[in-house]
């Protein structure tokens, strides 16, 4: 059984930036994909980032390509992903989430495990 702990979430001005940490107990890390999602006010929960065992793959939604970046440290059991150029439309509780399938997981389904949550505020 995996625990995931979602810290760093915060408010945060329009252009500015922001790092998620998640921390993981309980299983053996390194076998698991891990991912990050989100959740607006009235909206479903969507996929943001994931990222495979050993770092070789990762996937971005379209809407955040080229601002965040993921990334994870199997020696200490945590994923990351870095927000920058953060826009309001960005504001939204962020989950990570870990999957014991292979490859790249992009359908909230496929994640078995999941974090509490941590709000990101993004102001205008």
């Known amino acids: 059984q995996v625990q995931l702990v979602e810290s760093g979430g915060g408010l945060v001005q329009t252009g500015g930036s922001l790092r998620l940490s998640c921390a993981a107990s309980g299983g053996t890390f390194s076998n698991y994909v891990m991912g990050w999602f989100r959740q607006a006010p009235g909206k479903e929960r969507e996929f943001v980032a994931t990222?495979?065992?050993?770092?070789?793959?990762?996937y971005y939604a379209d809407s955040v390509k080229g601002r965040f970046t993921i990334s994870r440290d199997n020696a200490k059991n945590t994923v990351y992903v870095q927000m920058n150029s953060l826009k309001p439309e960005d504001t939204a509780v962020y989950y990570c989430?870990?999957?014991?399938?292979?490859?790249?997981?992009?359908?909230?389904?496929?994640?078995?495990?999941w974090g509490q949550g941590t709000q990101v505020t993004v102001s205008s």
């Open positions: 990222i495979s065992q050993r770092s070789y793959t990762t």
């Open positions: 989430a870990a999957s014991g399938l292979s490859g790249g997981r992009l359908r909230l389904h496929e994640y078995g495990y």
